[in-house]
């Protein structure tokens, strides 16, 4: 059998775009609420993607400070606002129908998206290896 080696970006998509769409299935505040969800998720993952490789080292580098102050616990303040961004840039600009109702829903989301994807990427890279 032949097997085609599927880039690793593309792998840390599909897995973003599953933690996504688990988190919206999970928490409430956090919704699907376009008539195709998968595209809606996909799209939810590439802008989640981008806003954490843009404005996410920006965010964390502005608010050093606070970091340290609170011991690296403002690091969950500042994914639930990259999360919450990317929901809103998707349901704005793109119009993707994932919506996150608050900071609140957001932050949790963010916890829960981490969550799935370290176990998501636990199980895939054990796969590659063995």
């Known amino acids: 059998m032949i097997q085609v080696p599927i880039p690793a970006f593309i792998v840390r ?13 999970i928490m409430p505040g956090i919704d699907i609420t376009d008539s195709d969800g998968t595209l809606a998720v996909l799209i939810m993952a590439a802008v989640l993607g981008l806003v954490n490789a843009i404005i996410r080292p920006i965010l964390t580098l502005l608010s050093c400070g606070v970091v340290i102050l609170t011991m690296g616990l ?51 890279t054990s796969d590659e290896e063995g």
């Open 74 to 124: 403002f690091l969950f303040v500042i994914n639930g606002v990259t999360l919450w961004l990317s929901a809103w840039i998707s349901e704005n600009w793109l119009s993707a129908g994932f919506t996150i109702d608050g900071i609140f829903p957001a932050i949790f989301g963010a916890i829960i998206v981490s969550v799935i994807s370290f176990f998501l990427n636990i199980l895939v």
């Open 13 to 25: 998509w599909l897995i973003a775009a599953a933690a996504l769409a688990l988190t919206a299935w």
